[in-house]
C-alpha cells in the first residue's frame, strides 16, 4: 500500500507558486497541494535557483516581486524549461497588463482577489497545455529543420510570385478580405488598384523575356515606394500588379498616388544597355461604394482598368462612368433619404444572439435597412454615412427605436417572453438634449419592459465627453435600460474607463474575433478583454462569428453570447419570428406571457422620479 500510494505521489504534476504574500502563498499551496505536488517561493531568484535543479510542470507567479518582476522572470523560465506553463496572477484589471504577460510568455493571466474554482480551472488548463508541449517534444526528430525549410519553400512558391517576390493573387486576395473586415468594423475606406503596363508586350518580343523581367523587378520596386507601410503591392499575371490601400481619407488621395505611380512609370528604365520609357493604366474601386467584398471589389477595378485601356493607356479611371455621375447619384440619394424619412420607407432587419454555451437565440440586434423605391432594398453602407453627414440619422435612428421596440414586444406578447433587442444609437442621437425623455416615450409607446432593450453605443461616442456621457448613461440605467459598448477594440482598447461608467456589456470588433484562430495576438487581446470584463461583471457578445473554430475557442474563454452569420444572417421580422418558434419547439415548451403587467414600473414614473 506505502509503494502504491508512492506512485501516485509520484505522478502528481508539479507546481511551483512564487509571491511575496505569505497569505496569499498559503492559500495557494493549501487548495493546490490536495492534487499536486506543490513547492512555495517568496521570490523570483529563489525560484530560478530551484528551477536549474528541479522540473515543474506549471509554476504560478504574481506579477510585481520585490527585486526581479514576475514578466522579468518568465523569459529565464522559458529558456531554462521551454515545456514549462506559466500562469501570471496580478492586482491590475487592464488590458495593458494582461497583454504583457501574454507576450511575456504567459499561458494564462489570473486577477486578484480570486475565486479559487477559478485558479482551479486555470491549472488545469495550463496542465493540459503542458501535456501538449510533452507530446510535441516526444515526437520531435532530426528531420524537423529539414521539415520547416521544405515547408516554407513550399508556402513561399504557393504565395509570393517568383520574378518579382511580390504577394501573388492569393495572398493579396486573403490581405484584401481582411482589409475589409477591419473597414466594416471601423467604418473606414480602403481600395484596390489594377495595373497594367501599357506595350508591355512589345518589350517581351522585341528584347525578350529576360529583359521584360528585369522591367518587372524594377517596376516591383519602384511601386513599393509609392505606398506606406502596411499596404500591399502585387503582381498578378505577365504585366498586372495590384496595390491595397488602407491609409487615405478620399478620393483625392487617390488620385494624388495614381498621379505618382505615373510620374514613377515615366522615369527611364535602363535594361541592359537600352533606356525604355514607359506608362501604366489604372483602374480604381473603393470600399464601401464599389462593393463590399473583394471579389466584387477586383471586378470594379478590372472594369475601371479597361476603361482607362480604351481610353488610350496612360491615364487612371475609378469605378465611376465619371465624377459628375457620381455627384448626381449622390444628390439622388441625398435628396430621396429626405423623401425616405417622411414617408417612413426603412425596415427593420434582425439578426439573432445567440448563447454561446446553449446555441439558444436569447435576443436580437435591429439593423436598418433603406426599401428604395427604384434601387431596391440598400443596406447601411449605402446611406448611414450620408444620413450622419445630413442629420437625418436623428429621425432615422428614432424609427428603427420605435419600430424594434415594438416588434420586440409583439414577439413578447406572442410567447417569447425572455427575448430581448439591442438598437444601435449614433452620436447625433446621444447628444440630443431630449435624448432620455424621447426614450421614454418610446418605451410608454410600445409597452416593452426597458429591460429587454439594450442601446449599444460606440467607444467613441462616449469618449468625446466622458463626463456626460456617464451622466447621461445613468438617466438611461435609471430606466431599467441595459448599455452596450459596440466595435470594443477599435477605438480606445482598454477597460481602464469602463469601470467609471454605468454600462452592462461589451460587444468585441469583429475584425478580433475574424483573427482569433490565426493571429495570436488577436486571441491574447479577445482573451484579456473577456476575462477582465467578466471581472467587471459585464457580459461579452463577441460579434462576426463565421465558423466553428472561432465558436470553439469563445466557449473556452466563457464567452457570453455571439452573433454573425455562422448562427444566422439577419432576416425580417416575421423570418426570425420563424426560426425563434422553430428552437422552441424543438427544444422547450413554448413560452406564455406571465408576468403581471402592474408589476412591471412605469418608465415615465421612473423617468420623472430621478428628474
Not at 95 to 101: K, M, P, R, S, T
Not at 333 to 341: D, I, P, W
Not at 359 to 366: F, L, P, S, W, Y
Amino acid at each position: 500500500m506505502g509503494l502504491f500510494m508512492s506512485e501516485i505521489e509520484f505522478n502528481k504534476a508539479h507546481l511551483l507558486i512564487i509571491d511575496d504574500e505569505a497569505e496569499i502563498r498559503n492559500v495557494l499551496d493549501e487548495f493546490l497541494s490536495k492534487s499536486y505536488h506543490c513547492v512555495a517561493v517568496n521570490s523570483a531568484e529563489e525560484a530560478l535557483e530551484l528551477i536549474a535543479s528541479e522540473n515543474f510542470d506549471l509554476i504560478i507567479s504574481d506579477i510585481k516581486l520585490e527585486r526581479m518582476s514576475g514578466l522579468e522572470m518568465v523569459p529565464y523560465i522559458l529558456n531554462v524549461a521551454p515545456e514549462t506553463v506559466v500562469v501570471m496572477i496580478s492586482g491590475q484589471q487592464t488590458i495593458e497588463f494582461a497583454i504583457d504577460a501574454i507576450r511575456a510568455g504567459a499561458f494564462d493571466y489570473i486577477t486578484k482577489p480570486f475565486d479559487l474554482c477559478q485558479v482551479g480551472a486555470a491549472v488545469c488548463r495550463a496542465l493540459d497545455h503542458h501535456k501538449l508541449l510533452e507530446t510535441k517534444r516526444l515526437y520531435k526528430d532530426s528531420l524537423e529543420g529539414l521539415l520547416k525549410q521544405r515547408t516554407a519553400e513550399v508556402e513561399h512558391l504557393a504565395y509570393y510570385d517568383q520574378i518579382t517576390g511580390l504577394p501573388n493573387r492569393e495572398l493579396f486576395e486573403a490581405h484584401l478580405a481582411q482589409a475589409l473586415a477591419v473597414a466594416q468594423g471601423s467604418r473606414q475606406m480602403c481600395s484596390t488598384l489594377l495595373l497594367s503596363v501599357d506595350g508591355f508586350k512589345k518589350i517581351d518580343d522585341t528584347l525578350g523575356h529576360a529583359v521584360g523581367d528585369l522591367l518587372l523587378k524594377d517596376l516591383a520596386e519602384r511601386l513599393k515606394r509609392c505606398v506606406r507601410e502596411g499596404d500591399t503591392v502585387a503582381r498578378f499575371d505577365r504585366d498586372e500588379f495590384a496595390v491595397l490601400l488602407t491609409q487615405f481619407t478620399g478620393t483625392k488621395d487617390l488620385v494624388k498616388i495614381s498621379s505618382l505611380i505615373h510620374e514613377l512609370f515615366k522615369r527611364p528604365f535602363l535594361l541592359e544597355g537600352h533606356e525604355v520609357c514607359m506608362t501604366a493604366s489604372i483602374g480604381i474601386s473603393m470600399f464601401p461604394c464599389d462593393g463590399e467584398v473583394f471579389s466584387t471589389l477586383l471586378k470594379n477595378s478590372g472594369v475601371a482598368l479597361q476603361r482607362a485601356r480604351m481610353q488610350g493607356g496612360d491615364n487612371y479611371q475609378f469605378y465611376a462612368p465619371d465624377m459628375n455621375a457620381g455627384a448626381l447619384k449622390q444628390l439622388a440619394l441625398e435628396s430621396g433619404l429626405h423623401r425616405a424619412v417622411h414617408n417612413e420607407e426603412f425596415v427593420i432587419h434582425y439578426q439573432p444572439q445567440v448563447d454561446i454555451e446553449s446555441r439558444e437565440i436569447v435576443g436580437t440586434e435591429a439593423l436598418v435597412r433603406w426599401q428604395h423605391p427604384q434601387l431596391g432594398l440598400l443596406p447601411p453602407a449605402d446611406f448611414i454615412g450620408l444620413a450622419e453627414k445630413n442629420g437625418l440619422i436623428v429621425e432615422i435612428g428614432a424609427l428603427a427605436l420605435r419600430a424594434a421596440c415594438v416588434q420586440t414586444r409583439q414577439w413578447q406578447l406572442d410567447g417569447f417572453r425572455d427575448l430581448h433587442v439591442a438598437v444601435n444609437i449614433s452620436t447625433r442621437q446621444l447628444k440630443r438634449k431630449d435624448f432620455v425623455f424621447r426614450l421614454v416615450e418610446i418605451l410608454a409607446e410600445s409597452d416593452l419592459d426597458p429591460a429587454s432593450l439594450e442601446l449599444e453605443l460606440t467607444e467613441t461616442s462616449i469618449m468625446e465627453d466622458p463626463e456626460s456621457a456617464a451622466r447621461l448613461l445613468a438617466d438611461i440605467r435609471a430606466l431599467g435600460v441595459k448599455i452596450a459598448i459596440d466595435d470594443f477594440g477599435t477605438g480606445y482598447s482598454s477597460l481602464s474607463y469602463l469601470k467609471r461608467l454605468p454600462i452592462d456589456t461589451v460587444k468585441l470588433d469583429r475584425s478580433f474575433v475574424n483573427g482569433v484562430t490565426a493571429h495570436p495576438d488577436h486571441a491574447a487581446l479577445v482573451m484579456a478583454i473577456v476575462t477582465l470584463a467578466h471581472n467587471l461583471r459585464l457580459r461579452v457578445i463577441a460579434e462576426g462569428v463565421e465558423t466553428e473554430e472561432q465558436l470553439n475557442f469563445l466557449r473556452l474563454l466563457r464567452c457570453d453570447q455571439g452573433q454573425g452569420n455562422f448562427f444566422d444572417k439577419p432576416a425580417a421580422a416575421d423570418l426570425i419570428k420563424r426560426r425563434w418558434l422553430q428552437q422552441v419547439l424543438n427544444q422547450r415548451p413554448l413560452a406564455v406571457e406571465t408576468v403581471p403587467e402592474g408589476n412591471r414600473p412605469d418608465p415615465r414614473c421612473v423617468y420623472e422620479a430621478f428628474q
